[in-house]
Nanobody, 113 residues
Framework: QVQLAESGGGLVQAGGSLRLSCVASGSILSRNEMGWYRQAPGKQRELVASITRVHNTNYAGSVKGRFTISRDNAKNTVFLQMDSLKPEDTGVYYC???????WGQGTQVTVSS
């Protein structure tokens, strides 16, 4: 089973930036798409960004224009650049393939107003 390890979260003020990383223990090329998900307090996990093997991207409306997903297939790593952060971006961020592997621990992002 592929294991996923997310990192890069933290506490940031509104308007700030963070860059999240996700390293997979196996090849991410075994999944056509990789995605970043967010689980806000008291809410269900939602997909916020995805990227295909050939780097086509898709974003949830709430993050479009502020977040950028990228991938390095050679390093089995997926990134999420988050700019112009808002308090509503607060949550635990996870990455996963589509279809999903077992979930990692996620990384906490907290945006203060």
């Amino acid at each position: 089973q592929v294991q996923l390890a997310e990192s890069g979260g933290g506490l940031v003020q509104a308007g700030g930036s963070l860059r999240l990383s996700c390293v997979a223990s196996g090849s991410i090329l075994s999944r056509n798409e990789m995605g970043w998900y967010r689980q806000a307090p008291g809410k269900q996990r939602e997909l916020v960004a995805s990227i295909t093997r050939v780097h086509n991207t898709n974003y949830a409306g709430s993050v479009k224009g502020r977040f950028t997903i990228s991938r390095d297939n050679a390093k089995n790593t997926v990134f999420l650049q988050m700019d112009s952060l808002k308090p509503e971006d607060t949550g635990v961020y996870y990455c996963n393939g589509l279809p999903n592997w077992p979930w990692g621990q996620g990384t906490q992002v907290t945006v203060s107003s």
